[in-house]
């Protein structure tokens, strides 16, 4: 490990940047985006390796058609790409890199297009934002004990596949998570989903948590909170969801 950690040393410039995420909060970022993409392709595929995914054609459908909606409202520099996984959690993530996954037992809590729609908008948002840049910067330096920079090219495959671990198992701020929030609503309603249903959402996957910490609740504000942020975004929200619709925005994934 100590040799490792050496090697990585020599390989890695030291310059730290900073950036800014969209509603204004400064970042730490130490990873170029190319790099973070590296490594969320690379966890996605681990993802592929170790969870078997969904057969079902209907429930693939629909997520792909939530997912294209959402997508299309945001702009990134690579394709999106979507996978149902055949697992119980009622849960779903989002990768750098544009790798969405959403587990069978999510339908437990989101009954309609739109509660799915409150869950991608939020992941997508989670990306958007570079949540897992800041997230996984802050994390190298705590485990190599120095500030790590990953010059933008030819970095070292040990430093990706760390951050690719990092990416599936470290939880984000609470701060990242209200932004996600107020973003992914923000999106779903660009994209002509009801903001309202957001609220019913939250309030089902409070009720579904189980003994294991889903990556909604782990971090998140006291639910009370989050509902007092997401209601008072709501005016804001209905009025793209109006927009949107006026501009024949209307998907329907669930038929
Ligand atoms: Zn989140």
Redesign the pocket.
Known sequence: MTKRIAALMVLLASLAGCATSPTGRSQLILISDAELAQMGVQAFDQMRQEVPVSKDPKLRERVRCVVEAITAQVSAPYRWEVEVFDADEVNAFALPGGKIGVFKGLFKAAENQHQLAAVIG??VA?VMARHAAARVSQQLVTQLGVSVVAAGTGVHPDLIGMGADLLLTLP?SRA??SE?DILGLTYMARAGFDPRESLALWRNMAREAGPRPV??LSTHPAPETRMRELERHLPQALALYEEARAAGRTPRCDS
């Open positions: 939020h992941e989670h984000y990242d998570e996600a990556e909604f």
